[in-house]
Nanobody, 125 residues
Framework: QLAESGGGLVQPGGSLNLSCAAS????????MGWFRQAPGKEREFVAA????????DYGNSLKGRFIISRDAVKGTVSLEMNSLEPEDTAIYYC????????????????????WGQGTQVTVSS
């Protein structure tokens, strides 16, 4: 199971750090990702990370503002979000996959086997 935390209300230009904690048989996962869904829009890819080698990739226009990382000791994956804009307002979901990051499908929802419940991020003044 996956559980996100760290969402909330932030002003434009601000930062938030989301965290995803996995429980259960976590050693079966090879890659993890973050997606988001804004009201009235489809879920979109935000970032993905290989759990072997720390290779990462980001959705369009997010690289440079968002950083995905993992804490192997805590068993968590984080999403650091900077220079937030109102357009970043969405529910953010953490996902884990038994597929390798290098399978090339990490930008797609079907790549992932487990999903969290989501955490709301609202960017507003």
């Amino acid at each position: 199971q996956l559980a996100e935390s760290g969402g909330g209300l932030v002003q434009p230009g601000g930062s938030l750090n989301l965290s995803c904690a996995a429980s259960g048989d976590v050693f079966k996962f090879y890659s993890m990702g973050w997606f988001r869904q804004a009201p009235g829009k489809e879920r979109e890819f935000v970032a993905a990370l290989s759990l072997f080698g720390d290779t990462a990739d980001y959705g369009n226009s997010l690289k440079g503002r968002f950083i995905i990382s993992r804490d192997a000791v805590k068993g968590t994956v984080s999403l650091e979000m900077n220079s937030l804009e109102p357009e970043d307002t969405a529910i953010y979901y953490c996902a884990a996959s038994m597929r390798s990051f290098y399978a090339g499908s990490y930008m797609h929802e079907y790549h992932y086997d487990s999903w969290g419940q989501g955490t709301q991020v609202t960017v507003s003044s």
